[in-house]
């Protein structure tokens, strides 16, 4: 199975293939490769697999996934 998960892109550096940027997975910021999502800009919200955005997401559909996400591990506490 695999597991893709919204985040908010803060910062982007970089070009091309070498493209990253800084997400936040709300409040836990990671570094991200947008070499799949050359669209990607600051303020969008994209969907991240293993370090790799893999598509640009609307906003509303991103803040849902991420309630049901936190409604799943709520629970599981």
């Known amino acids: ?3 893709a998960v919204p985040g ?3 910062c982007v550096e970089g ?3 070498f493209r990253s940027a800084q997400v936040d ?3 836990v910021q990671r570094e991200v490769n ?3 999502t050359p669209a990607a800009r600051e303020g ?3 969907l991240v697999h293993v370090g790799f955005a893999i ?3 609307a906003e509303d559909a991103a803040r849902a996934t991420l309630r049901l996400l936190a409604a799943a591990a709520a629970e599981h506490d």
């Open 44 to 46: 969008d919200y994209v």
């Open 1 to 3: 199975m695999c597991l």
């Open 8 to 10: 908010r892109v803060e």
């Open 25 to 27: 997975f709300g409040g």
């Open 55 to 57: 598509a640009v997401v």
């Open 15 to 17: 070009e091309g293939a």
């Open 34 to 36: 947008l070499a799949f």
